[in-house]
């Protein structure tokens, strides 16, 4: 960046009313007295000949994607106390806030509608709703998985405000709420960090981005988590969710990703040290702050240092997703006749734990990623068409007690 300046309804947009001032290293400021809630801004920045429009990656209201950042006030509301639910008694329900509640006609649901379902959970015996991502993303349909905007929350779920009365209701009804963040890489649609101030290797995403073979993922480009701007950008977004919107807990996606280039099962050529001390100290952050709020791993390779303390140089999480458990289950569940049924993996799955600890694990025959890509409901896997049937009913259903009897944290997916 050669100039910086931010723009916006409190200057008239102008580029020269608020030119920032470099301080070097990269870093750029400016006091804006004039700015307030509800003011819509940019950043402009001249780089290479070019200006760019930029979206603050810190904002935390945009209107849309591709739109401006808008000035919020998170600290206004009154918040009632809530006590986190035991680790021991938790019962997590995964939940997709766009369709948990889709109303006929094309919309998506709402923070606001999903929150009318919450007396219906807490029947239900649900005391910790895992909400699948709802940072800003391309368009106004995804399952939230491709965040565009890291630190904003999805405008056509509610915002922020809807966000916020939703885990206010939430934990009226006693009911915790975790929140699924992603970490492993940003974008590919409308992704705000991209080539952020003009710069970027052929191909690469600039300064947030590994700029080499480390940052490709399946899903878009993977952050650099060996510059220390970076870290603190992660760090920071995840002390947010906690602390200024009061959620109980995170889920982080795919940290295979994070701690390997390959995914989590291509050995020491692979691995990435930078992504393994970034939850450590994310996790280490947490802890020392609000120790009794979980982190839990999407790691599915059933590596026990995910959940070691840091100190013993584990990963620092609180628990990990049982991938053995998941797809022993299914394996079991499915076939039409007994002979293909392995009555000693669904033993030793029972019995699986993390370096002996039952509760380091989350349990479950069903999630966002079994009920798509190809494959679908439990009843409907075991039976195609005749999901009703008896046979998908009782089997089902004997897969639902394994997970709410067996040792370990169980998981429901929304409507299950």
Do not use: C
């Amino acid at each position: 960046a050669e100039t910086v300046a931010v723009i916006g309804t409190f200057n008239d947009w102008s580029p020269q009313a608020h030119l920032l001032a470099s301080e070097g290293n990269g870093l750029w400021s400016a006091d804006v007295p004039g700015a307030g809630p509800g003011d819509h801004y940019r950043f402009l920045i001249s780089s290479g000949g070019e200006e760019l429009f930029r979206i603050d990656p810190y904002a935390r209201l945009v209107t849309n994607s591709a739109g401006d950042a808008v000035v919020i006030d998170l600290s206004r509301r009154r918040r009632p106390p809530f006590q986190m639910p035991g680790w021991h008694d938790l019962v997590i329900y995964e939940l997709h806030v766009g369709t948990f509640t889709d109303p006929p006609g094309g919309d998506q649901g709402q923070f606001r509608t999903a929150a009318q379902k919450l007396p219906y959970l807490a029947a239900l015996g649900v005391n910790a709703v895992e909400l699948m991502p709802t940072t800003e993303f391309a368009t106004d349909y995804s399952w939230g998985y491709n965040p565009a905007n890291p630190f904003a929350v999805e405008e056509a779920y509610g915002g922020p405000d809807g966000l916020l009365g939703f885990i206010d209701s939430a934990h009226a009804h006693g009911i915790a709420v975790l929140l699924d963040v992603v970490y492993n890489h940003w974008g590919p649609g409308d992704n705000a960090l991209w080539r952020f101030d003009g710069w970027g290797a052929p191909g690469k995403g600039g300064i947030y981005f590994y700029e080499d073979d480390r940052s490709r993922t399946p899903w878009g480009e993977r952050t650099d988590y060996g510059r220390p701007e970076v870290r603190q950008f992660i760090r920071d977004n995840a002390l947010m969710w906690l602390e200024d919107y009061r959620a109980d807990g995170l889920r982080w996606d795919s940290t295979g990703y994070i701690r390997d280039v390959a995914g989590g099962g291509g050995g020491p050529a692979t691995e990435l040290p930078d992504g393994w001390g970034l939850m450590q100290w994310v996790n280490d952050e947490i802890d020392a702050r609000q120790p009794w709020k979980p982190s839990i791993a999407e790691d599915l390779w059933g590596n026990p240092a995910l959940t070691w303390p840091t100190a013993a140089g584990g990963a620092g999480f609180d628990a990990q997703w049982d991938g053995a458990f998941v797809h022993t289950l299914r394996r079991v569940l499915v076939p039409p006749d007994d002979a293909g049924r392995d009555v000693a993996a669904v033993a030793r799955v029972i019995e699986g734990a993390y370096e002996g600890d039952t509760l380091r694990r989350v349990v479950y025959t069903e999630s966002h990623d079994e009920v798509a890509n190809g494959k679908a409901r439990l009843p409907e896997e075991i039976w195609r068409g005749q999901a009703d049937s008896w046979q998908s009913k009782k089997r089902s259903t004997l897969g639902a007690a394994l997970v709410l009897t067996a040792p370990g944290i169980p998981m429901l997916f929304q409507g299950q």
